[in-house]
T-cell receptor, first 116, second 114 residues
Framework: ETGVTQTPRHLVMGMTNKKSLKCEQH?????MYWYKQSAKKPLELMFV???????ENNSVPSRFSPECPNSSHLFLHLHTLQPEDSALYLC???????????????FGQGTRLTVV | KQEVTQIPAALSVPEGENLVLNCSFT??????LQWFRQDPGKGLTSLLL?????REQTSGRLNASLDKSSGRSTLYIAASQPGDSATYLC?????????????FGQGTELSVKP
């Protein structure tokens, strides 16, 4: 148990579906992240939210839409995905101060997404 | 641009061996370097965090070192066990970026044989 919980653990969706991934952190952190892990590739940062404001969007297609309603919850809304979007999506959190987010990062168990 | 490389990509050892996993990074301007463990199909578990001002950190049978001048970190695992089998990832946190964006290596897949 890392203090970061992701649901669902597995998701299969068609290319015309709309679904959402949910992440909740119980660590009192003020920054949350979405990472994507594709087969045989390093983890790639998708989005960073600090104090509920998006501070980075790493050139992610608009079919991925993040939402951070408060510092403990993070969502990733998915629509009209492509088969190449199939991957493990990981949520993480850390604590920042004065623009520095240099504390230990904690990750959830991930959502295995398959787009058919 | 920060790049992180891990060598070897895969490693198989008999139980009981001491082993070293390597991580190299191209830019020494980092806040910290973090080592993670990932079991198949699962998320990341943080193992050790080394701040840029530190040289090493220890937790149980694990010891991680950091040499910023050479752009290298090592993870030493003592007396390896089959339960240590997993993929080990290192990640550097660059100073010159927005937010806490970690730059990951591709990982070393470790198999410890009974």
């Amino acid at each position: 148990e890392t203090g970061v919980t992701q649901t669902p653990r597995h998701l299969v969706m068609g290319m015309t579906n709309k679904k959402s991934l949910k992440c909740e952190q119980h660590l009192g952190h003020n920054a949350m992240y979405w990472y994507k892990q594709s087969a045989k590739k390093p983890l790639e940062l998708m989005f960073v939210y600090s104090l509920e404001e998006r501070v980075e969007n790493n050139s992610v297609p608009s079919r991925f839409s993040p939402e951070c309603p408060n510092s403990s919850h993070l969502f990733l809304h998915l629509h009209t995905l492509q088969p190449e979007d199939s991957a493990l999506y990981l949520c993480a959190s850390s604590q920042g101060q004065g623009g520095r987010y240099n504390t230990e990062a904690f990750f959830g168990q991930g959502t295995r997404l398959t787009v058919v | 641009k920060q790049e992180v490389t891990q060598i070897p990509a895969a490693l198989s050892v008999p139980e009981g061996e001491n082993l070293v996993l390597n991580c190299s990074f191209t830019d020494s301007a980092i806040y910290n370097l973090q080592w993670f463990r990932q079991d198949p199909g699962k998320g990341l578990t943080s193992l050790l965090l080394i701040q840029s001002s530190q040289r090493e950190q220890t937790s149980g049978r694990l010891n991680a070192s950091l040499d910023k001048s050479s752009g290298r970190s090592t993870l030493y695992i003592a007396a390896s066990q089959p339960g240590d089998s997993a993929t080990y990832l290192c990640a550097a946190l660059p100073i010159y970026n927005q937010g806490g964006k970690l730059i990951f290596g591709q990982g070393t897949e470790l198999s410890v044989k009974p």
